[in-house]
């Protein structure tokens, strides 16, 4: 690479400290709170449940190295930590963002089995299975990822940096872990959740009864993969797209305007795949009864707490939550709603 291109941290910078001033609170609360109702208020495990509970991990997990990225990044490029940390920062990335992508494909492949061969779902699907899944996925990616921990802080205009390539040879490597991260991380993933929609639409198509029971946990189930193919649209796909034109570009030696215009559609893109940590919540409300009713017996243990503690009689019992505020059951809104009660 024979010319080098100043780039602008403004536009950067500032992108990336608001981003994540929001997707740290909401990110991190959001997930701690399903974390903690996944395991202390979900006594039957289900694979369901077993994938839910490894997303949020990851998501936690995650968000927990945000503020020192908004440390480094409101010093101005800055970084104060250990370089140990700041490897751990990258890698912590990538962990989150490909652990996300296999988990939810996991999910719509248990969906689709649930949907298309329901009378084979309880032999093929068990907990034990998910959970090795869950362990594979975990192991697969840590070891793909490694690569990323050769990328420590590094010294530039008088300052240690982090989250930057510093050379040439460190550009060819991200050049090349990329047709990893790409195939494996998000096209082969993404077949996947568009061959289950599709069967799952083909399916419902061929039903005679959609009004009833079935049918109904038939269209909640295509609700929770559109809602994952939503994510992947908005969060994986653009990043992705973004990366690769980005990488080409640099290995290429394009020119100066043309690796400025990529930077900055780069680090939108990287915004949003970083936000997809906030979107989760909402994907464990859609994915089955199971976390729901916990949320609910939640919020309604703590109303009835709240009338012992003010001198209520106990042969009062107040209305659920969702009845004395006219939540309806089944909506987003009491499901945002039970997070900060």
Known sequence: MNQTCEESEDFKYLAYKVTYCVVFPIGFISNSVALFVFLRHTPKKTANT?????????????????????????????????????????????????????????????????????????????????????????????????????????????????????????????????????????????????????CIICKLIKGRKIGNRRGNTRRRSVYLIAVVLSTFLLCFLPYHVARTVHLYAKVLNESCPVIEFLVKVLVISLCLATSNSCFNPLLYYFAGETFRTAIRRVSDRRTLGSFSNSGVSPSFRPLPLENQFGFPKNRTSFFLFSFFV
């Open 50 to 198: 077993v994938f839910m509970t490894n997303l949020a991990i990851s998501d936690v997990g995650f968000s927990l190295t945000l503020p020192f990225r908004l440390v480094y990044f409101f010093r101005g490029g800055q970084w104060d930590f250990p370089d140990w940390f700041c490897r751990w920062c990258v890698f912590s990335f990538y962990v989150n963002l490909y652990t996300s992508v296999l988990f939810l494909t996991g999910l719509s492949v248990l969906r689709y089995i649930a949907v298309v061969h329901p009378i084979r779902n309880k032999s093929l699907v068990t907990v034990w299975r998910a959970r090795l899944s869950c362990f594979a996925i975990w192991v697969f990616v840590a070891c793909s990822s490694i690569p990323f921990l050769s990328t420590g802080s590094i010294e530039r205009h008088n300052k240690m940096r982090c989250f930057e390539p510093g050379n040439y040879k460190s550009w060819h490597l991200i050049h090349s872990l990329n047709y990893v991260g790409v195939s494996f991380g998000f096209v082969i993933p993404f077949i996947i959740i568009l061959v289950c929609y599709g």
